[in-house]
T-cell receptor, first 111, second 116 residues
Framework: EDQVTQSPEALRLQEGESSSLNCSYT??????LFWYRQDPGKGPEFLFT???AGEEKEKERLKATLTKKESFLHITAPKPEDSATYLC????????????FGRGTQLTVWP | GAVVSQHPSRVICKSGTSVKIECRSL??????MFWYRQFPKQSLMLMAT?????????EQGVEKDKFLINHASLTLSTLTVTSAHPEDSSFYIC????????????FGSGTQLSVL
């Protein structure tokens, strides 16, 4: 059975304190792994797509990496505006765009 | 970037009534759109895949007669929750992919449905 597990469930960081969020997955025929940011009461906002093990992508203070079993979202020197829930999702492949989401990591960055 | 508009953002209805939610791709054509549901503290769960001009494909366990999906044009998909009950109260979100496939799947802003 396909599974996407995110950890930790919640993370509190002081501004400037770098850390990583984890997404482990077991999916047959992975087409792509997605990272999204979601603010309360809003739809997910696209961050990255990773397709193969060893791939890395960066955007401002965020860097996403992918192995055969997990993905990490590294946050360098976070700011309070980075506070949000970060979602990991996998494309299950039979139809492009059918995503299977993890429960997310709720990140709080305090000044 | 591409924008997906969802309306309404919030709706409160009485038990037994039907509610329609619209999802529009504003500046691109979307052959395929997706509908998700999210309960508090839970992950987004895919409900169905909406295909322009054909029947929607529902995920296992989703009642197709309760959640009616219509994708009448390349820019509009609608989800109708029929005979809504309190257990249908949830956050409903649509997504769309530009040109059928893009590494960017764009999401609407969601609709919070509360059934009294």
């Amino acid at each position: 059975e396909d599974q996407v597990t995110q950890s930790p469930e919640a993370l509190r960081l002081q501004e400037g304190e770098s850390s990583s969020l984890n997404c482990s997955y077991t999916v047959s025929g992975l087409r792509g792994l997605f990272w999204y940011r979601q603010d309360p009461g809003k739809g997910p906002e696209f961050l990255f797509t990773l397709y193969s093990a060893g791939e890395e992508k960066e955007k401002e203070r965020l860097k996403a990496t992918l192995t055969k079993k997990e993905s990490f979202l590294h946050i360098t020197a976070p700011k309070p505006e980075d506070s949000a829930t970060y979602l990991c999702a996998v494309d299950r492949g039979s139809t492009l765009g059918r995503l299977y989401f993890g429960r997310g990591t709720q990140l709080t960055v305090w000044p | 970037g591409a924008v997906v508009s969802q309306h309404p953002s919030r709706v409160i209805c009485k038990s037994g009534t039907s509610v329609k939610i619209e999802c529009r791709s504003l500046d691109f054509q979307a052959t395929t759109m997706f509908w998700y549901r999210q309960f508090p503290k839970q992950s987004l769960m895919l409900m169905a895949t909406s295909n322009e001009g054909s029947k929607a494909t529902y995920e296992q366990g989703v009642e197709k007669d309760k959640f009616l999906i219509n994708h009448a044009s390349l820019t509009l998909s609608t989800l109708t929750v029929t005979s809504a009950h309190p257990e249908d109260s949830s956050f409903y979100i649509c997504s769309a992919a530009e040109d059928g496939w893009s590494e960017k799947l764009f999401f609407g802003s969601g609709t919070q449905l509360s059934v009294l």
